[in-house]
């Protein structure tokens, strides 16, 4: 049987971790200063790709396709389209085709065509890199 003793600490710690949950929470909402940056239209990149190449970006667009284990994606704003690696800095994103992404991520250019290694992905809040 438990004292009363056991029961305040229980529920301390309890407290606790609601506390260190609900700080960690806020600060995943503070965007990073990377995603802060002045974004880019995926035009331009594609256009401008050889003055785009090695330099890290920002942009935002929609999902439109994405890999069954979430290495890549393709993101499209309305401008165009582009090809999203995240796999080259090791972390992936969960199924998120349709949802609004905002990537920081660096400009190369593939077979004569742009592309974005990202390093880091904003997805409904969530930071994923």
Known sequence: ???KH???QITALILLGLALLAFSCAQAKNEPAELKGE???IIDVIQNATA?????VVIEGII???CPSGCWFIVN???GSIYVDILPSNFVIPQKRGEDAKVYGEV???DGDPMIIGKMVKI????YQ
Not at 124 to 127: D, F, K, T
């Open 64 to 66: 439109e396709t994405e």
């Open 52 to 56: 785009y190449e090695g330099k890290m």
């Open 108 to 110: 190369v250019i593939k």
């Open 1 to 3: 049987m438990k004292t």
């Open 124 to 127: 409904s809040g969530e930071i």
């Open 6 to 8: 056991q029961y305040r």
């Open 39 to 41: 974004e880019v239209k």
């Open 77 to 79: 704003d309305d401008t």
